[in-house]
C-alpha cells in the first residue's frame, strides 16, 4: 500500500485510507481531506472528493456511505472481495467491479478493485493483489483541464491503469512462450516444461476470465450513463476499450498456442517411444537370429553331422555373422536404428 500524501490522525481506519483529496471544479487540487470533513467539503457546490482505500473494514464502509450516501447493496457488494467484473446503478451513482492482477513469482496473483463514480465523487477500492492508484491520481491531476470534467475522467485514469498493467504480464508470458516453444522442440524438454506449460494454460485461463468481462463494462461506459460521463470522455474510453481488447485478444491467441505446444509436445513424447521401441525391436531381431541358429548346437546329441567336420563350426559362426549383417543393413535402411 502506498504512503497516504499526508499524515493522518491515528485512527483504526487511518491505515486503510490511502488518499483523500478534495478537488475544484476547475480540476486543481485543492486539499487532502479526512473522511471525517468529506461531508463538509461537498457543500462547496464547486468540489468534488476522490477517495482510495485499501480493504477497509466494516466501520470505514459504514462511514462512507453515511458521508456519500451510498446504496445498501453497493456497501455490502464492496464489503465482500469476491465479486465478479460488472456496473451496477443506484440512483445517480456507478458501483463498478473489476478484476486486477499482478505477476508473483512467476504466476498471476489476482485481486478485486470496487469503484463509486458519484457526480462530485469516486471511490476507489482495493482487495488483493492490486497496485497503488496514485499514479494515475497523479497523471490525472497533471492535465487540469481534464479532470475539470469531474470525477469520471479519475475513473478513466484508473481503469487505463489496471489495463496497462495487464500488458506487462502478457509480455512475460509471451516471452516464456517462446522460450518453452525452443525448449520442446530440443533436447532439454523434461518433466518442468511440461509443468510449465500446465501452469502457464492455467494462469491464462484465469486471466482471461478476469478480462474478458471487463470489455462488457468499459464498453457500457462507453455507451451509456450520459449523466456521469460526459461526451468529451467517452473517446478516452473507447481506448481502455481497445486496450482490453487487445489484451484479451493476446490471451487468447497464447492459450491457442500453448494447447498446440501441449499436443506438440505429446506427439513428440509418442514418436519418441516408438523410435524406442523400433530401436528394441530392431536388436531383438539381430539376437533372435544366431539364437535360433546356435541352439540347434546346444543339443546334446552324439550323432550330428557337423560334429565329424572341423570346418563346421567357422562356418555356422560365418552364417551367423551374414544373417545378423544382413538384418542390420535391412533395418538400418528401413531407419529403425
Same mark, same amino acid.
Given at each position: 500500500?502506498?504512503? %497516504?500524501?499526508?499524515?493522518?490522525?491515528?485512527? &483504526?481506519?487511518?491505515?486503510?485510507?490511502?488518499?483523500?483529496?478534495?478537488?475544484?471544479?476547475?480540476?486543481?487540487?485543492?486539499?487532502?481531506?479526512?473522511?471525517?470533513?468529506?461531508?463538509?467539503?461537498?457543500?462547496?457546490? /464547486?468540489?468534488?472528493?476522490?477517495?482510495?482505500?485499501?480493504? &477497509?473494514?466494516?466501520?470505514?464502509?459504514?462511514?462512507?456511505?453515511?458521508?456519500?450516501?451510498?446504496?445498501?447493496?453497493?456497501?455490502?457488494?464492496?464489503?465482500?472481495?469476491?465479486?465478479?467484473?460488472?456496473?451496477?446503478?443506484?440512483?445517480?451513482?456507478?458501483?463498478?467491479?473489476?478484476?486486477?492482477?499482478?505477476?508473483?513469482?512467476?504466476?498471476?496473483? @489476482?485481486?478485486?478493485?470496487?469503484?463509486?463514480?458519484?457526480?462530485?465523487?469516486?471511490?476507489?477500492? *482495493?482487495?488483493? #493483489?492490486?497496485?497503488?492508484?496514485?499514479?494515475?491520481?497523479?497523471?490525472?491531476?497533471?492535465?487540469?483541464?481534464?479532470? $475539470?470534467?469531474?470525477?469520471?475522467?479519475?475513473?478513466?485514469?484508473?481503469?487505463? @491503469?489496471?489495463? /496497462?498493467?495487464?500488458?506487462?504480464?502478457?509480455?512475460?508470458?509471451?516471452?516464456?512462450?517462446?522460450? +518453452?516453444?525452443? /525448449?520442446?522442440?530440443?533436447?532439454?524438454?523434461?518433466?518442468?516444461?511440461?509443468?510449465?506449460?500446465? /501452469?502457464?494454460?492455467?494462469? =491464462?485461463?484465469?486471466?482471461?476470465? $478476469?478480462?474478458?468481462?471487463?470489455?462488457?463494462?468499459?464498453?457500457?461506459? !462507453?455507451?451509456?450513463?450520459?449523466?456521469?460521463?460526459?461526451?468529451? +470522455?467517452? #473517446?478516452? @474510453?473507447?481506448?481502455?476499450?481497445?486496450?482490453?481488447?487487445?489484451?484479451?485478444?493476446?490471451?487468447?491467441?497464447?492459450?491457442?498456442?500453448? $494447447?498446440?505446444?501441449?499436443?506438440?509436445?505429446?506427439?513428440? !513424447?509418442?514418436?519418441?517411444?516408438?523410435? !524406442?521401441?523400433?530401436?528394441?525391436?530392431?536388436?531383438? #531381431?539381430? =539376437?533372435?537370429?544366431?539364437?535360433?541358429?546356435?541352439?540347434?548346437?546346444?543339443?546334446?546329441?552324439?550323432?550330428?553331422?557337423? =560334429?565329424?567336420? &572341423?570346418?563346421?563350426? %567357422? #562356418?555356422?559362426?560365418?552364417?551367423? $555373422?551374414?544373417?545378423?549383417?544382413?538384418?542390420?543393413?535391412? +533395418?538400418? *535402411?528401413?531407419?529403425? =536404428?
Amino acid at each position: 500500500m502506498s504512503t %497516504p500524501d499526508t499524515t493522518p490522525t491515528a485512527t &483504526p481506519s487511518s491505515a486503510m485510507v490511502v488518499n483523500c483529496v478534495a478537488y475544484r471544479k476547475n480540476g486543481t487540487r485543492l486539499r487532502d481531506i479526512s473522511i471525517e470533513d468529506i461531508s463538509e467539503v461537498l457543500k462547496q457546490p /464547486d468540489t468534488f472528493v476522490w477517495v482510495g482505500l485499501h480493504e &477497509p473494514d466494516s466501520p470505514l464502509l459504514l462511514k462512507l456511505q453515511e458521508e456519500f450516501d451510498l446504496h445498501d447493496l453497493a456497501v455490502e457488494d464492496a464489503r465482500c472481495a469476491h465479486q465478479r467484473t460488472k456496473v451496477e446503478t443506484y440512483g445517480d451513482s456507478l458501483f463498478i467491479v473489476v478484476q486486477t492482477a499482478q505477476l508473483l513469482g512467476g504466476h498471476i496473483a @489476482f485481486g478485486e478493485t470496487h469503484i463509486f463514480l458519484g457526480q462530485r465523487y469516486l471511490i476507489t477500492i *482495493r482487495h488483493g #493483489a492490486s497496485l497503488s492508484y496514485k499514479p494515475a491520481r497523479l497523471t490525472c491531476e497533471k492535465t487540469p483541464d481534464l479532470l $475539470a470534467l469531474g470525477p469520471s475522467y479519475g475513473l478513466y485514469g484508473v481503469l487505463d @491503469f489496471i489495463v /496497462d498493467n495487464l500488458l506487462p504480464i502478457v509480455r512475460e508470458f509471451r516471452e516464456e512462450l517462446q522460450t +518453452l516453444e525452443t /525448449d520442446i522442440f530440443s533436447n532439454t524438454l523434461n518433466r518442468d516444461t511440461v509443468r510449465r506449460l500446465y /501452469d502457464m494454460q492455467r494462469d =491464462l485461463m484465469s486471466l482471461r476470465l $478476469a478480462v474478458a468481462p471487463m470489455q462488457d463494462v468499459i464498453n457500457q461506459l !462507453v455507451r451509456l450513463h450520459p449523466e456521469l460521463i460526459p461526451d468529451e +470522455l467517452r #473517446a478516452y @474510453f473507447r481506448d481502455v476499450y481497445d486496450h482490453v481488447f487487445r489484451v484479451n485478444e493476446s490471451i487468447s491467441a497464447m492459450r491457442e498456442m500453448l $494447447a498446440a505446444a501441449i499436443n506438440v509436445n505429446l506427439a513428440l !513424447v509418442t514418436f519418441g517411444q516408438n523410435e !524406442v521401441m523400433k530401436k528394441l525391436a530392431g536388436w531383438a #531381431a539381430m =539376437l533372435a537370429a544366431p539364437t535360433l541358429i546356435t541352439s540347434w548346437y546346444g543339443m546334446n546329441f552324439t550323432h550330428m553331422p557337423e =560334429l565329424s567336420r &572341423p570346418w563346421a563350426y %567357422p #562356418a555356422i559362426i560365418a552364417l551367423v $555373422a551374414c544373417v545378423v549383417g544382413t538384418i542390420y543393413l535391412w +533395418l538400418k *535402411r528401413a531407419k529403425w =536404428l
